[in-house]
Nanobody, 129 residues
Framework: QVQLVESGGGLVHTGGSLRLSCAASGVTFSRYVMGWFRQAPGKEREFVAAITSSAVSTNYADSVKGRFTISRDNAKNTVYLQMNGLKPEDTALYFC??????????????????????WGQGTQVTVSS
């Protein structure tokens, strides 16, 4: 059974930083693209960032580019999201997700949550102004 467990969310002031972690189990973690998505109240789930199985390539939503960094440690079955320069509009429930594929899919497709088959329960990030 695949499980993804996020941690690291919290309450920070504008300009602050947080590091989210997502620990995976029940899956050969190093074979798959991993992604982060977020969902704010009353809004649709949106793509934040993704990383290829070998961590060679990453992709970001325009809204977080230059502020957030996705990384992974395949030895620890963990994917991270370092978030710097946080803004109130970053407030959301953040989810990590395992993609159905490890390679061969375009970044435009991997920004679609339909490309992911397992999800964590989410960790709340709240940024106060």
């Amino acid at each position: 059974q695949v499980q993804l467990v996020e941690s690291g969310g919290g309450l920070v002031h504008t300009g602050g930083s947080l590091r989210l972690s997502c620990a995976a189990s029940g899956v050969t973690f190093s074979r798959y693209v991993m992604g982060w998505f977020r969902q704010a109240p009353g809004k649709e789930r949106e793509f934040v960032a993704a990383i290829t199985s070998s961590a060679v390539s990453t992709n970001y939503a325009d809204s977080v580019k230059g502020r957030f960094t996705i990384s992974r440690d395949n030895a620890k079955n963990t994917v991270y999201l370092q978030m710097n320069g946080l803004k109130p509009e970053d407030t959301a429930l953040y989810f990590c997700a395992k993609a159905r594929s490890g390679y061969g899919r375009s970044w435009s497709k991997l920004q679609d949550f339909g490309e992911y088959d397992y999800w964590g329960q989410g960790t709340q990030v709240t940024v106060s102004s």
